[in-house]
């Protein structure tokens, strides 16, 4: 049992990626005091800890998750100043906020990393991982960044010295086995926790620890490089850091830590939470490298929800009793949750808020993306000039280099690219979608005369009051034990393409069905069902022998004693 009961258990949580979210200052950049103008927007939904994408100092080659000073606000977001306002502001409405956290790498900009690169013999050169290149001039090894290309980038002004960036090269990578530095980077999060954030997303954690080594692994694609997980993924040692962190400053503490975790494999994940755990939580991949628009999957829309509804079991049973996941279906790093999970023919209200459904009743804290509760969709490009993200550019190179034609790396890149995700916040049918009054720093998606903010929420069907529909369900004062702390038992799970489970506590059952397919789908009864509790489409036909759900058809009801469903 999770044995000590947290504020973020009940939490209902908000990712804003500020580039995006509301420009106030009219430069086409979204800023601080936007987030500020818009808490009214956050109450509404139901929400309670917001979780900003890096706001500090940053030169923003990806975007500020490269970092300059973590101790300033960028000023393209606006000031400290702000920054607090935005701190006490959200307090009075009971909204706590989180920022992202980001240790494994500074930018090229910080000081430290200029220190370095002024003077190698200087203490600053051991803030990060810099290694001697091969004889022939060659890189240390054959490393490939995650972004793509070499991970190592040579140092100019050296004969043959090489730093570290497993992201992009103006991301270089901080050596943790500096104790000193692991000093620095722990007071910078006291500073921010004495400010009154209340906690973090902890940015690329899982790959603080290096294990270094000068072996040319044989490569694994054509460029010659080798992606060598083991060496830089929850690399072997990786805990003791881990362990001194979290002993330095969160245990027995209030604060909310939600691990960013690439690990594939949940089993790997124990130590990284529980009472002891490094983390309160985490925020993870394992669901998300999917996309229904791979042909197999359109050949077979409902293998595609037992992919991801296994998946999602997987980490619903690891959990019970033991920590509360972050349960989300869309991030800034992914496209559009419509476009990625539904077959474009079945984009709709209803296939939405199934889906939506099916994850929001899981238990750990959800999530929502900014734009999701409005069902913000992807904008596919014309031009590969049309994206800035850089790692997108490097996999459509990529895809060149391993023989696709310009115009199937372009089809490939607007299919999966993580900026579908990050245009302008679509607030209503006027200038630029309300995000700002001049031209953005990213295109706004063209569809925002029918997909916005006001216009939903004046709408009472619409998906926005559909996710407040939600919201205030899980917070409903009856139910909330049930919907934070019942254990999640999947049930039905032979059924192709419906998604079931029970979340039970004490006698008492929550059942959540959902059918994510586009046929009718009969599930077996023992008894009649209650009266729903929440319902994604009208009315719910039962016959004595079973229910019959509609295409896209969700329905969450409660019951005592007896199980309803024949399981
Ligand atoms: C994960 C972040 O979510 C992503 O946006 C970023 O590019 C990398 N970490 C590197 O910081
Ligand atoms: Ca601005």
Not at 61 to 81: A, L, V
Not at 454 to 466: G, H, I, K, V, Y
Request: aromatic share 14%; with cysteine.
């Amino acid at each position: 049992m999770t044995s000590k009961m947290k504020w973020w258990h009940s939490a209902i949580g908000y990712q804003i990626y500020p580039k995006s979210f509301q420009d106030t200052n009219h430069d086409g950049i979204g800023d601080i005091a936007g987030i500020t103008q818009r808490l009214d927007h956050l109450t509404d939904l139901g929400v309670d800890v917001v979780w900003i994408s890096p706001v500090n100092l940053s030169p923003m080659m990806d975007h500020g998750y490269d970092i300059s000073d973590y101790y300033q606000i960028d000023p393209s977001f606006g000031s400290n100043e702000d920054f607090s306002e935005l701190l006490a502001k959200a307090g009075e409405k009971g909204i706590k906020i989180l920022m992202d956290l980001v240790i494994n790498h500074t930018s090229t900009e910080h000081p430290w990393f200029k220190a370095a690169m002024a003077d190698l013999d200087s203490e600053y050169a051991d803030y990060y991982v810099i290694k001697e290149g091969r004889e022939n001039g060659a890189p240390p090894n054959n490393w490939r960044s995650m972004f793509g290309g070499s991970a190592w980038e040579k140092i100019s002004g050296t004969d043959n010295k090489f730093y570290l960036h497993l992201f992009t090269v103006g991301q270089p990578d901080l050596n943790w086995e500096n104790p000193k530095l692991r000093q620095k980077l722990y007071e910078m999060i006291r500073y921010w926790l004495d400010q009154g954030v209340a906690g973090f997303r902890i940015d690329a954690i899982a790959h603080i620890k290096k294990i270094y080594d000068e072996k040319i692994i044989s490569p694994d694609g054509p460029d010659g490089l080798a992606t060598v997980w083991e060496q830089y993924r929850n690399a072997c040692g990786i805990g003791e850091f881990l362990k001194e962190m979290r002993e330095a400053i969160f245990a027995d503490s209030d604060v909310l830590t939600i691990a960013e975790m690439d690990v594939p494999d949940p089993d790997q994940w124990l130590e990284y939470f529980g009472d002891n755990g490094y983390f309160s939580s985490i925020f993870d991949f394992y669901h998300t490298p999917y996309t229904i628009q791979e042909e197999k999957y359109q050949q077979d829309p409902a293998a595609f929800v037992d992919l991801l509804k296994q998946k999602l079991y997987k980490k619903q049973v690891l959990a019970n009793d033991r920590v509360f996941f972050t349960n989300f279906l869309e991030n800034h790093d992914l496209s559009r949750m419509p476009d990625r999970l539904i077959p474009q023919k079945d984009i709709s209200f209803d296939s939405i808020t199934a889906w939506s459904m099916m994850y929001f009743f899981l238990r750990g804290i959800p999530v929502i993306y900014q734009g999701q509760e409005i069902g913000m969709r992807d904008y596919p490009k014309t031009s590969i000039d049309g994206y800035l993200d850089l790692a997108t550019h490097n996999s459509y190179r990529d895809y060149l280099l391993r023989g696709l034609t310009p115009a199937a790396a372009l089809a490939k890149i607007n299919q999966e690219c993580r900026e579908n995700s990050r245009t302008p916040m679509q607030w209503d049918a006027g200038n630029f979608a309300g995000f700002s009054e001049v031209s953005p720093w990213f295109a706004v998606n063209p569809n925002y005369p029918q997909v916005n903010v006001a216009w939903q929420a004046a709408e009472p069907d619409s998906l926005l009051n559909f996710f407040k529909k939600m919201t205030s369900l899980r917070k409903s004062e009856k139910l909330a034990p049930l919907m934070i702390y019942g254990r999640t038992v999947p049930v039905l799970q032979e059924v192709k393409g419906l998604v079931a489970y029970y979340r039970e506590r004490e006698g008492q059952r929550l059942v959540v069905v959902a059918n994510l397919t586009a046929n009718m789908q009969k599930i077996p009864l023992k008894k009649a069902v209650n009266e729903p509790l929440l319902n994604n489409l009208p009315g719910f036909i039962q016959t004595t022998a079973y229910g019959e759900l509609q295409p896209y058809q969700s329905v969450i009801w409660y019951e005592t004693g007896g199980e309803s469903l024949a399981t």
